[in-house]
């Protein structure tokens, strides 16, 4: 069976919220839209958004750190969203694994936001039913585009292309691969949710520099010795990141 | 299917609108199907089925327009005249392009948030679709909506008026690259459409130090003789080491594809440094190490770093030996004999103190250590870039910071460089990038001030020394003469609510007799205006994208969709205004092209104007696509022979007294103008401006015991990620994605008992504004940050409440022209009143006219 699902490299994110944006602009003109803003102009300003960047700050000064952790339904293969419904209206495509909602049958109970262990059902609040990220499905199952256009719309935004998409289920994906040779790992896996989305982990770069590279061969100080460092110094890679 | 008759009105319906509404209204809109609904289909809630898939739309091939560091495609997907959607480049829109086409050469340029939520802005309550005159006070904000007519009267006859009764000088231009950046319909401070047409007029003030960098240029061109200093975003790639000084570009996107190629860097082992005082999302994404330091005294650490670097030989001599003027003793010229040099005042050998790391720890608050530590690894890491972005040049002597750079570039050879850096401005390729007349009337002007004393030349007028306003000097007489400011006409620039010390420029504005406002939305410099005119964005009008410093490509920018309501573009109004002040001679000087039908019929000439501009990029930039498949291509992509690296030819040749275009003909650290200039009240500066850079101690900062008691943190206000300066600020999306809030450091706010979330009033002696708190250990201490360009919104005292940093600025610009918007001490307490994140209900009743939706 196939599972498409999303590979976010927060090695690569820069949090930079170009997919926060894309995703709604694709979507609230979609069909599974609109994404309705609630109180704009006002004090607390929130909406509906299928995809957010959440970031988190670790250490303490000067010793810190910045996770940005975008994060959208993570279509489980066991998605405890889909027993809970008791309209029928969250349900899982059996063809994709996709995860969507029926806004026809949904009555707005949020039961399904509280079972999801993610947090990322968006209640739209104007329309008074549950809506989540549907991997753009009307861009994924579109047969009219080229398969190679055949990609939710955060996938084809990212500056850094940190975002990769695919079956999952199929070892020679991209996806896979990538889970598999970059230590992708799910999201809070205890809970038996089975995420399909996956996420490959920060890597602290520390590459040794050859001396060679550091000294650009026609630098003068090269030839009268001038250049070479004194044992007692720190050397770039004592510099503590 | 019939096109919708009128498209205003038929947005207002269906732009906004739920699909339960949507449905119960289709009956009714069906004769101009905004999403293509096709009634005989069964109605199903919330269908929006069919909803329009990309086959079923017109796509348009654009890009983004506004002053934010780089150039993005947005390619629109349109029904009618309505725009459905936005999405950006896949590798389709250029020769040779497929979809997903994404190479070094030829990255694609993707847009980012702000673009994306273009359609947003596009169809945004706080367009301005008619002309408008004032009816209340200035600021009050009620206007009624007047003809065309009416409103270009008005305007000619005033400006006639003011221009005969008060002078050449009487009416300011206040023109900025914030809504028109496109080879044609440019706004520009300097050489734009209404400078050019307010020269010509005959009655002009140009303000001509830019916001963003004036300290930087001002080094460039002392330095290098030029601001083209950059190097292409793709020369980052071979960087062994980056400092990012000030420099967060994952917040401004500064360069059109620079996320790339620092990746790649990174990817290949080079290491990144952040000094800055806080930490960026820039720093964590490349694990650079983060140095904080105390704002306004990165000219005191670089002068640490050069002196180690000087006292441990870890110079490169033959460089400085080569290509430089004023580096130490062996590299001054003859005339100069016994002046400073650089490397002399380093060691102290003028003040007995030498600029030792520990000299400039104390002054920066970084350890000795760390100085040192930098400073061999920029010393001995080849290539290395030292990037000295503008940000830390926005304080009170914020030339010598970009210089004291520029010093630490040269000394260690990494100019000319593949992988090194010479920014500086960092403009890079060369674009041709005029389409609009351009003739002997593009820059006249007949007095030129520093952008941010207008208004304490309109306060204390006519007792103002011509220092005080930095006054261009001119060679006839009208040479210091102080200008009598009597009108200022903003187009494409919101600089009401970004130049410094907006309560003195409240003061001022009232003492105006004509306040003339062109924008596309209102805007809070719009209120104060006694005249508003609706201008077309960049998507209603013809014309191609330039790219913005840094890439090597041209975007076309075809009119997607007809203006809304009554707009025109700032071209069409010039040459409207032409007409009716000079009649045909005023208007075909202006746009020799166009008869005076141009203001309702722009599109043959502005097409003619770009043909010819396209002819010029052919002959000049040896394109060979033709015109017409430009524009059915969508863009152009240069693919450059190698990574476009600034005097990489001058270096590479290694010739003897270099081509500088200097008028030494070197990398001039000891510059000749400067020590030439005998009297600096006779030039535009006004102030002195020591021939060296040298560490000069900012009059606001936190080593000032004394002010520090009354007023303890420092204010910084960068760029927000959410905003183009002040543009974006109304985006219901970006609103909901971040807030406005001042960030201070865990520490200081457990010592004020303050928590994030908090609401707080910021304040010093020149005003107060009020925001939420968001206390974080990314903020090194004493040190607080908020981002420019929110919406000025005051209450009955004269508060703040949108938490604008400029309310708090003072409009003392360096002598250089800087504006010293990081040079700010300011105190923080809790506050009683509430903030208003944007131009909430109340606030905006005050415009309601503009509005569509009320």
């Known amino acids: 069976m196939t599972q498409l699902a999303l590979v976010i490299d927060l090695n690569v994110c820069v949090g930079c919220h170009a997919c926060v944006t894309s995703c709604k602009q694709w979507n609230t003109s979609g069909w599974a839209g609109p994404l309705p803003d609630q109180n704009p102009y006002e004090a607390d300003p929130s909406g509906t958004f299928f995809n957010r960047v959440q970031t988190f700050e670790i250490g303490k000064f000067p010793n810190t750190e910045t996770l940005h952790f975008p994060k959208s339904c993570l279509h489980c293969e066991e998605p405890p969203c889909v027993p809970v419904c008791p309209t029928g209206a969250s349900y899982k495509r059996e063809d994709n694994g996709v995860v969507l909602v029926d806004y026809d049958k949904c009555i707005g109970c949020k039961y399904c936001s509280w079972a999801c262990p993610y947090g990322v059902r968006e209640f739209d609040e104007k329309n008074k039913v549950m809506k989540k990220c549907t991997l753009c499905i009307d861009r994924i199952t579109d047969m009219t585009l080229p398969e190679a256009e055949r990609k939710p719309a955060c996938v084809l935004s990212c500056p850094t292309n940190a975002r990769l998409y695919g079956d999952v289920h199929d070892p020679d994906s991209e996806v896979s691969v990538a889970i598999r040779e970059r230590g992708g790992y799910q999201l809070q896996p205890e809970w038996g949710t089975q995420p399909a989305n996956h996420y490959l982990p920060r890597r602290k770069v520390r590459i040794h520099i050859h001396e060679d590279e550091l000294v650009r061969s026609d630098n003068p100080l090269v030839k009268e010795d001038l250049a070479a460092l004194p044992e007692d110094v720190d050397t770039l890679d004592d510099v503590a990141w | ?854």
């Not at chain 2, 130049?499 to 003061?507: D, V």
């Open chain 2, 1 to 854: 299917m019939k096109e919708p008759k009128d498209p205003l009105e038929f947005l207002e319906t269906s732009l906004n609108v739920n699909r339960r509404d949507f449905l119960k209204g289709s009956a009714a809109l069906a004769a101009g199907s905004l999403v293509g609904i096709d009634a005989t289909r069964e109605a199903k809630a919330f269908a929006y089925e069919p909803y329009p898939r990309d086959d079923e739309l017109t796509t348009v091939p654009t890009s983004c327009a506004h002053n934010c560091g780089s150039r993005h495609m947005l390619v629109a997907h349109k029904k009618g005249d309505v725009i459905v959607r936005l999405s950006t480049d896949d590798g389709r829109y250029q020769k040779d392009g497929e979809f997903g086409k994404d190479t070094f050469e030829e990255p694609q340029l993707r847009a980012c948030l702000r673009g994306r939520s273009y359609r947003s802005r596009l169809y945004s309550p706080e367009r301005l679709l008619h002309p408008m005159m004032r009816v209340g006070k200035r600021g009050e904000g009620k206007f009624k909506r007047v003809s065309w007519d009416e409103a270009l009267t008005h305007v000619a006859k005033e400006m006639i008026r003011i221009r005969d009764t008060y002078g050449p000088t009487a009416l300011v231009d206040q023109s900025y690259a914030g809504a028109s950046y496109g080879v044609l319909h440019k706004s520009d401070q300097i050489e734009g459409l209404l400078g050019r047409f307010m020269g010509m007029f005959g009655c002009r003030t140009n303000s001509w130090s830019v916001p963003s960098y004036q300290g930087t240029t001002f080094s460039s061109r002392i330095t290098f003789g030029t601001i083209e200093d950059g190097n292409e975003d793709d020369a980052f790639a071979f960087s062994k080491l980056i400092i990012m000084w000030g420099w967060n570009p994952a917040y401004t996107f500064h360069g059109g594809n620079t996320f790339y190629y620092m990746r790649m860097a990174k990817q290949k082992g080079c290491k990144f440094v952040l000094i800055d005082p806080q930490y960026t999302d820039s720093a964590s994404t490349y694990d650079a190490w983060w140095i904080p330091i105390r704002p306004n005294t990165d000219a005191a650490m670089m002068a640490g770093m050069a002196h180690y670097i000087f006292t441990n030989n870890l110079h490169d001599q033959d460089f400085i030996d080569t290509f430089v003027q004023g580096m130490d003793a062996g590299t001054m010229p003859d005339w100069a004999q016994g002046q400073e040099n650089f490397k002399d005042y380093i060691l102290g050998n003028y003040d007995d103190q030498p600029k030792t790391p520990e000299w400039a720890a104390e002054i920066c608050g970084v350890s000795a250590d760390d100085i040192k530590k930098l400073a061999r690894m920029y010393a001995t890491t080849k290539p290395a870039a030292l990037k000295a972005s503008w940000s830390p040049g926005r304080n009170a002597y914020g030339e010598q910071y970009n210089r004291m750079a520029a010093a630490l570039q040269a000394m260690t050879g990494n100019i000319g460089v593949l992988g090194g850096c010479a920014e500086g401005v960092g403009k890079a390729w060369h674009a041709e990038a005029v389409a609009y007349p351009y003739d002997q009337y593009a820059n006249t002007w007949f007095a030129s001030i520093k952008s941010d004393r207008w208004a304490h030349c309109v306060l204390n007028y006519p007792n103002v020394k011509r220092e005080e306003i930095g006054l261009w000097p001119r060679t006839d007489e009208l040479d210091g003469v102080i200008p009598n400011i009597k009108g200022i006409f903003w187009q494409g620039s919101d600089w009401f609510n970004q130049l410094t010390n907006i309560n003195k420029e409240i003061a001022a504005i009232n003492k105006l007799e004509l306040v003339v406002c062109m924008d596309s939305t209102i805007t809070p410099s719009g209120l104060y205006a006694d005249v508003l005119l609706p201008i077309a964005t960049h998507f209603e009008r013809h014309d191609v994208a330039l790219p913005w410093y840094k890439g090597h490509y041209y975007i076309h920018r075809p009119k997607v969709i007809e203006p809304m309501g009554e707009s025109k573009t700032d071209f069409q109004v010039f040459t409207e205004l032409a007409w009716r002040i000079g009649g045909e001679k005023f208007g075909r000087t202006y746009n020799p092209k166009a008869g005076r039908d141009y203001f309702d019929n722009p599109d043959p000439v502005d097409e003619a104007y770009l043909v010819d501009w396209w002819h010029k990029v052919q002959s000049h930039q040896g394109v060979e696509m033709s015109w017409e498949e430009f524009k059915n291509t969508g863009s152009y992509k240069f693919k450059l022979d190698r990574p476009h690296v600034a005097f990489q030819d001058i270096v590479e040749s290694r010739m003897q007294n270099g081509q500088w275009q200097t008028s030494s003909g070197k990398i001039e650290i000891f510059s000749t103008q400067l020590a030439q200039t005998k009297d600096f009240t006779r030039t535009a500066w006004g102030y002195p401006i020591p021939a060296i850079p040298k560490w000069i101690e900012p009059w606001e900062w936190l080593g000032e015991k004394e002010k520090i008691k009354k007023h303890p943190f420092h204010m910084i206000s960068p760029h927000p990620r959410w905003r183009t300066h002040s543009i974006f600020h109304n985006i219901p999306w970006l609103r909901e994605t971040y807030d406005q809030e001042l960030t201070m450091n865990a520490s200081d706010a457990r010592k004020l008992g303050l928590k994030t979330g908090d609401t707080v009033e910021v304040f010093n002696d020149r005003g107060k504004c009020i925001v939420p708190l968001y206390v974080t250990e990314r903020c090194m201490p004493g040190v607080v940050v908020l981002h420019e360009g929110a919406w000025l919104d005051l209450d009955q005292e004269g508060d703040d409440l949108s938490g604008n940093p400029d309310v708090l600025t003072l409009d003392e610009p360096s002598p250089a022209g800087a504006f010293a918007y990081n040079t700010v001490l300011c105190d923080v307490r809790k506050s009683d009143k509430a903030h208003r994140p944007g131009w909430d209900q109340l606030a905006t009743a005050r415009s309601h006219v503009f509005r569509r939706d009320l």
